[in-house]
């Protein structure tokens, strides 16, 4: 059996569609932050088959909840402190992302306009689609 120790203070995101450890990692900008990590993946789940799991040991407030949601809002993000968890923090969809996804329409004024950020906003919450805020380009998210 696989041991992975406790961590002091930081959060642990549970329920993670196996295999998608890695690419949150560094949508999270992980790589760029020093803190300690663990992943565990494809553990074994009665829920879900197979899931990953994502231990960090740093300040919460370092999460971008955004990103999180967007890529999976049915992840649970646990806060740790004191090797406990303290809290049980749930996810919503964000109405509006910055620099997670990028419109691919070329006649958008964000291909013209290299500076400009890419921003989405939430048109369709049942069916996760979001539009550019500029071209409205949809981008159908999973």
Request: glycine share 6%; hydrophobic share 40%.
């Amino acid at each position: 059996m696989l041991n992975v120790g406790r961590i002091k203070e930081g959060f642990v995101l549970d329920h993670i569609k196996a295999g998608q450890c890695l690419s949150l990692y560094h949508m999270l900008k992980l790589d760029q932050r020093n803190c300690t990590v663990a992943m565990i993946l494809n553990v074994v789940s009665k829920k879900m088959g197979k899931k990953d799991i994502l231990k960090v040991e740093c300040g919460v407030d370092e999460l971008n909840f955004d990103v999180l949601a967007f890529i999976d809002h049915k992840i649970t993000v646990n806060v740790i402190k004191g090797e406990e968890i303290i809290d049980k923090m749930p996810l919503e969809l964000p109405g509006e992302i910055s620099g997670i996804i990028y419109c691919r329409n070329p006649r958008c004024i964000t291909s013209i306009e290299q500076g400009l950020p890419h921003i989405f906003i939430l048109a369709d919450m049942d069916e996760q689609v979001y539009r550019c805020k500029y071209c409205e380009e949809k981008h159908e998210h999973r």
